[in-house]
C-alpha cells in the first residue's frame, strides 16, 4: 500500500512541476437534475395572472403548487379571497357525466371563462373518449394519406356558483377563433379574409356555413379586390415557415387579412406591400420525406437596393371604394398602423374585434424613413381625405416608438419620446401642440399601464428612478395629466409587473428577484396593499438542492457607468476551489439575457453551471433600451465588437473579488445575437476568452435582416445632386477575423433557420478552414432558429464541450445521452 501511496504522490508531484493540473470531472449527474421535463414538477405557479370582470372590481386566477391547483375568486372591495368551488365536490359531478375518473386534486379544468352574468363560469374536460374529428373530411381532402381521422372528446361544461350545479353543454358552437383566416368587424356582420391574394368578405350567416364547414358550397362570399397577385397581395403574412410545396397546397385556402375595422364596422384600413422586386431566400428542408425540399421566401438584406414598399389603403362599405391614401414621405418608408388596446377585462373574450386607433373622423399612424432617424406621428382625416402630421421625432441615430394613447375623447395624445436622453411621456392636443412633458428626470419611463381619464391619472410602469436599486427593476407609478409630482404606487426591492383593472382602481401586483420567491399582492389605486394574495411554492425546487444565484455589480471598460449582472453557482460550491467561468450573453440592443426576476428558463445559466462551472450573465453598454440613450445607442455604427470590452472588464473584477474564479479558464455561449458575439469574443480577445460555444448566430450582419441591422449599426442615406437617395450599409463581421482563433469554438445552427439564416454560420466555418482552424460544428436538421425538439440535444453537446475544454475532462462521454434518455419511458 505505501509503494502505491508513493506512486500516487509522485505522479502529481509530476504533473505539478510542469504546471498541468488534474482535469475535474463534469457534474453530469447535478445538471440533468434540472431538467426541463424535471423542473415542471419543481416549479409551479410563480405569479397571479388576473383575470378582471367587466361589471365589477372582482377577479379570478388559477393558481397551483405541489398539493395541485386551485381556483379562486377575489373581491377587492370585501378584501376576500375565496376558491371558485369546492374541488371534490365538481370532480365528482365531473366524473359522473365524462365516465372518466377525476379527483379535487387531478383536475385538468382549460379555457375557462366567466359568462356575462359573471356568476357562471364555462370550461372544458378532454376525455378518454374516442370521436370523428370534426373537420376531418378538410383534412382527407388536403392530404389523401391522412389516417388519424379520432380525436379525444372535449366536454364543455356551466357551472353556476350560486347554486353550485353543474351543466353540460350539449351542442357547443365551434369557436370562431379555431378559424385563423376570419376577420371579424365588431359587430359581427361582416368578416373579411384573403383568398388568391385578394379581399373578400362573407356575412354572419355564411360565416356560420363555414365555421360547421369551410368547404360548404352554398357558402356565399363577395370579392372586395382584383389587383392581388403573389408577392403583392392583400394578406397579412407573407407564407413564412412553409415550403414551396405546403404554399402550393394552401394557395387557394382563405388567409387572414391585417385589417383594422372602423367602430361602425362600415370602414376598414391595412397596408398593402409590394414585395416584388426584393430579392428571394432559400432554406432546405433536408429531412422531409420522401424527398427534400425547398423553401423560398422575400428577404430584405441591409443595403440592398430592393426594399418592400407599402401603401396604405382605405375602404368604405357604403361606398364601395377602396381608396390608395397618399403618405409618400421617405425613400423605403415605413407605415406603421395602430391598433386600439383592448380592455383588461376583455382579455377571455372569444371575440375581440381589432379597431383602428382613432375614431369615426381619424385614424393614427407612423411615416418612418429607412434610417429610422425620422418618424412622423400621423393622423388620417377621413372627411378631408388628408394626411395630419401631429408629432416630428428627428434624431442623429435610430428612433423608438411606442403606440401612443387617445384620451379625452379623442382630444388629447399621451406621446412617449427618447427627444432628452431618457424614455419619457408627453402630453399633446390632437393638432400636434406639446401641452406638458409628463415624466421627466434620469429614469426610464416604459409602458402605459391605464389611463383614468376621470381622475385625470396616467399610471405607468417605469425603472431607474429608486436610486437605491438595481435600475433595471420595473415600479408601477402614477402621474397626473395635469402635471406634478410621480407617486411609485408598489414600493420594494424587486422587479415588479402588474395588472390594472379598467377603471384604474386596483391592481394585482407580481415581485421578485432573482434570489427570491416570487409573491404576489393586491393594490388600491393609491398604493396600499389591500391584502396578499401568494407566495411561490418552491419546496421541490429547493429539496432537489436548488440555491438562488447572486447578483452583482461592476464598472464597464470606461470605469464609470454601472453595469448589473447575475453570478450562477454549482449547489455543490466549495469556496476553496477554483472553478473555470462561463459568460451566457446576449449584446442587445433590444434586451439584455439578464434576468432580473426568478424564472423558470434555468438551462444557459442554473444548469450549465452545475457541471462544475461559474456562469455569469451580466449587461453591456448599448445593450438595453431600458436606460439612457446613450446607453442603449452605444453600439451604434459597431455593432460587432461594442459589448465585447465590459464583457471582459467584468470577468476580471469578478476574479479579484473572488479567488474562486479561474480567470485562465473563461467560456462563453450566446445565442442568436449572443452566437455572434460568442464567436466575436474569441477573435477579438483571443488569448482571454477560450471556449465558445456559438449558437445560430449572425456571425455575418450583412445577410441578417434588413430592419435589425439597418437599425442598430445604421445606414447611410446619400442624396446626389440630382436628389437621388441611395442607402449605403457597411459592417464589420466575425469571418473577417477568422485567423485571429486561438481557443475551442462550437459552431451550430439549425438548417432551416430562417431568421438567421444558416449562411450566417457556414460562412463562419468557411472563413475559419481557409484560415486553417481548427473547430468544431453542428447542424441540427430541420431545425429553426430557436432549435425545437433538439434544444435538449443540443444543451448536452454544449456541456460536453466546456466540460472537456474548460475542466479538462477529456473522458469521452457514452455514446447514448443517458441524461435524456432515462427522462423518457421506452415503450418499444
Same mark, same amino acid.
Given at each position: 500500500?505505501?509503494?502505491? /501511496? ?56 388559477? /393558481? ?503 453570478? /450562477? ?115 477579438? /480577445? ?143
Amino acid at each position: 500500500m505505501r509503494k502505491i /501511496y508513493l506512486i500516487c504522490s509522485l505522479f502529481i508531484m509530476v504533473n505539478s512541476a510542469i504546471g498541468q493540473e488534474l482535469p475535474t470531472k463534469g457534474n453530469y449527474e447535478l445538471a440533468s437534475r434540472f431538467s426541463p421535463e424535471k423542473l415542471k414538477k419543481m416549479i409551479f405557479s410563480t405569479e397571479v395572472d388576473a383575470h378582471w370582470l367587466k361589471r365589477s372590481d372582482r377577479f379570478w386566477y388559477q /393558481y397551483e403548487t405541489t398539493s395541485g391547483k386551485n381556483w379562486y375568486i377575489v373581491n377587492p372591495v370585501t378584501k376576500s379571497k375565496t376558491q371558485l368551488f369546492d374541488k371534490d365536490k365538481l370532480a365528482a359531478e365531473i366524473t359522473k357525466i365524462v365516465k372518466d375518473p377525476f379527483d379535487g386534486q387531478h383536475l385538468d379544468i382549460s379555457n375557462m371563462k366567466f359568462l356575462e352574468d359573471e356568476n357562471t363560469i364555462q370550461f372544458k374536460i378532454k376525455s378518454t373518449q374516442d370521436i370523428l374529428k370534426k373537420d376531418w373530411e378538410e383534412i382527407k381532402a388536403k392530404n389523401k394519406s391522412a389516417k388519424d381521422s379520432l380525436e379525444k372528446k372535449t366536454f364543455v361544461f356551466r357551472y353556476n356558483l350560486n347554486s353550485q350545479q353543474l351543466t353540460e353543454v350539449k351542442d357547443p358552437e365551434e369557436e370562431a377563433k379555431r378559424l385563423a383566416w376570419a376577420n371579424i368587424a365588431p359587430d359581427s356582420s361582416k368578416i373579411v379574409f384573403v383568398k388568391n391574394e385578394n379581399l373578400y368578405w362573407m356575412d354572419k350567416v355564411n360565416f356560420k356555413k363555414a365555421i360547421k364547414d369551410e368547404k360548404d358550397s352554398t357558402i356565399v362570399e363577395t370579392q372586395l379586390t382584383t389587383d392581388g397577385e403573389k408577392d403583392f397581395g392583400y394578406s397579412s403574412g407573407f407564407g413564412r415557415g412553409d415550403d414551396n410545396e405546403e404554399e402550393e397546397k394552401k394557395k387557394n385556402d382563405r388567409k387572414r387579412a391585417g385589417i383594422l375595422w372602423s367602430a361602425n364596422s362600415n370602414e376598414f384600413i391595412l397596408t398593402k406591400t409590394d414585395q416584388r422586386k426584393v430579392k428571394d431566400l432559400w432554406v432546405i428542408h433536408n429531412t422531409r420525406d420522401p424527398r427534400p425540399t425547398l423553401e423560398t421566401y422575400k428577404y430584405s438584406m441591409p443595403g440592398e437596393k430592393e426594399q418592400p414598399i407599402s401603401y396604405l389603403l382605405h375602404y368604405s362599405f357604403g361606398t364601395g371604394k377602396m381608396s390608395n391614401l397618399e403618405t409618400a414621405t421617405f425613400k423605403d418608408q415605413t407605415l406603421g398602423l395602430w391598433s386600439e388596446s383592448f380592455a383588461a377585462s376583455a382579455r377571455d373574450d372569444e371575440f375581440k374585434p381589432v379597431k383602428w386607433l382613432g375614431d369615426e373622423n381619424f385614424f393614427y399612424f407612423s411615416i418612418t424613413s429607412r434610417d429610422l432617424k425620422k418618424i412622423d406621428i400621423c393622423r388620417w382625416n377621413i372627411k378631408e381625405g388628408k394626411k395630419e402630421v401631429l408629432i416630428e421625432e428627428r434624431s442623429n441615430t435610430y428612433i423608438d416608438i411606442t403606440k401612443p394613447e387617445i384620451i379625452t375623447n379623442g382630444t388629447e395624445i399621451i406621446h412617449w419620446s427618447e427627444r432628452d436622453g431618457w424614455g419619457h411621456f408627453y402630453l399633446y392636443d390632437t393638432k400636434g401642440n406639446l401641452k406638458r412633458q409628463l415624466t421627466s428626470g434620469p429614469f426610464h419611463s416604459e409602458n402605459i399601464v391605464q389611463v383614468d381619464e376621470k381622475g385625470r391619472f396616467l399610471y405607468f410602469m417605469a425603472n431607474g428612478k429608486e436610486k437605491e436599486e438595481d435600475p433595471y427593476y420595473e415600479h408601477l407609478y402614477k402621474v397626473s395629466l395635469n402635471g406634478g409630482t410621480i407617486t411609485l404606487m408598489n414600493t420594494g426591492d424587486f422587479n415588479h409587473s402588474t395588472s390594472m383593472n379598467d377603471k384604474a382602481t386596483f391592481f394585482v401586483n407580481n415581485y421578485s428577484r432573482v434570489n427570491t420567491v416570487p409573491a404576489s399582492g393586491l393594490y388600491d389605486a393609491l398604493g396600499k396593499k389591500v391584502m396578499d394574495l401568494e407566495t411561490a411554492d418552491l419546496s421541490s425546487l429547493f429539496a432537489a438542492g436548488y440555491q438562488f444565484p447572486e447578483p452583482f455589480k461592476v464598472k464597464a471598460d470606461d470605469g464609470i457607468t454601472d453595469l448589473f449582472g447575475v453570478m /450562477y453557482k454549482p449547489f455543490d460550491f466549495d469556496s476553496t476551489k477554483s472553478y473555470p467561468i462561463i459568460e451566457y450573453v446576449y449584446p442587445g440592443p433590444q434586451t439584455e439575457a439578464v434576468n432580473k426576476s426568478f424564472g423558470r428558463g434555468l438551462d444557459r445559466t442554473d444548469r450549465l453551471a452545475q457541471f462544475g462551472f461559474v456562469v455569469v450573465t451580466v449587461g453591456n453598454r448599448g445593450g438595453h433600451p431600458g436606460r439612457s440613450k446613450w446607453y442603449h445607442n452605444y453600439g451604434y455604427g459597431n455593432l460587432r465588437d461594442y459589448g465585447l470590452a465590459d464583457k471582459k472588464a467584468t470577468i476580471e473584477q469578478l476574479a479579484d473579488r473572488h479567488a474562486f474564479i479561474d480567470k485562465s479558464k473563461v467560456g462563453i455561449h450566446g445565442h442568436s445575437g449572443g452566437g455572434f458575439m460568442s464567436t466575436a469574443a474569441m477573435l477579438v /480577445y483571443p488569448d482571454f476568452f477560450k471556449v465558445a460555444v456559438s449558437s445560430a448566430g449572425n456571425h455575418e450582419n450583412n445577410i441578417y435582416n434588413r430592419w435589425w441591422s439597418e437599425k442598430h449599426h445604421g445606414v447611410k442615406e446619400q442624396i446626389s445632386p440630382k436628389g437621388d437617395t441611395t442607402f449605403v450599409y457597411q459592417i464589420e463581421k466575425n469571418p473577417d477575423l477568422a485567423k485571429n482563433l486561438k481557443g475551442k469554438l462550437l459552431l451550430v445552427t439549425g438548417d432551416v433557420d430562417n431568421n438567421v439564416h444558416p449562411a450566417n454560420t457556414i460562412r463562419m466555418a468557411n472563413a475559419l478552414i481557409k484560415a486553417n482552424k481548427r473547430f468544431d460544428f453542428i447542424i441540427l436538421p430541420g431545425q429553426r432558429h430557436g432549435f425545437g425538439d433538439m434544444t435538449e440535444y443540443f444543451f448536452w453537446r454544449m456541456g460536453d464541450y466546456f466540460v472537456q475544454h474548460l475542466l479538462g475532462d477529456n473522458t469521452p462521454p457514452p455514446v447514448d445521452m443517458l441524461e435524456v434518455q432515462r427522462e423518457k419511458a421506452l415503450t418499444k
